[in-house]
């Protein structure tokens, strides 16, 4: 029997519960064949992940395609997770130029994930280690308000 997705009814893609990233449930099988070809940069500039441990080699290749990229750490209740995206994000900010902005958890607030308290809490722990780059800019600045 293969492996069972499930995608939540937020849109979340998860196996055998826990959140599992559409490209590794579905493009990562795939791209060895000879029929594929993966066009990076053909039609934008710019690409924006949700989070930073779930395929840690984007920055990479963001960079060797010359796209920057905003970098998403995924953090909800689960410190472990939380913590795990964190370090996942400091080491590629470490060792990849293509990052220019940092958004952390902000889609957490909206799903009820964390309260505004707290996530405003995780995003000053990224912007003390982070203070290079625009970490959260607009939504720091509203959920302050």
């Known amino acids: 029997m293969g492996q069972v997705y499930r995608t939540l009814a937020d849109g979340r893609t998860h196996l055998m519960g826990e959140r599992?990233?559409?490209?590794?449930?579905?493009?990562?099988?795939?791209?060895?064949?000879?029929?594929?070809?993966c066009l990076v940069s053909a039609r934008t500039s710019r690409i924006r992940t949700y989070s930073s441990s779930e395929l840690p080699s984007i920055p990479a290749q963001a960079e060797r395609h010359g796209l920057n990229l905003t970098a998403g750490v995924w953090v909800d209740g689960r410190e472990e997770n939380s913590e795990r995206e964190i370090a996942a994000l400091e080491a590629a900010v470490r060792t990849n130029s293509s990052i220019e902005r940092v958004i952390v958890g902000n889609e957490q607030v909206l799903h009820a994930g964390l309260t505004p308290a707290d996530l405003i809490l995780k995003i000053r722990e990224v912007k003390r280690q982070r203070n290079d780059a625009m970490v959260n800019k607009n939504w720091m600045e509203q959920l302050i308000q």
């Open 20 to 37: 599992f990233s559409a490209a590794r449930a579905y493009l990562h099988p795939v791209l060895k064949r000879p029929n594929l070809t």
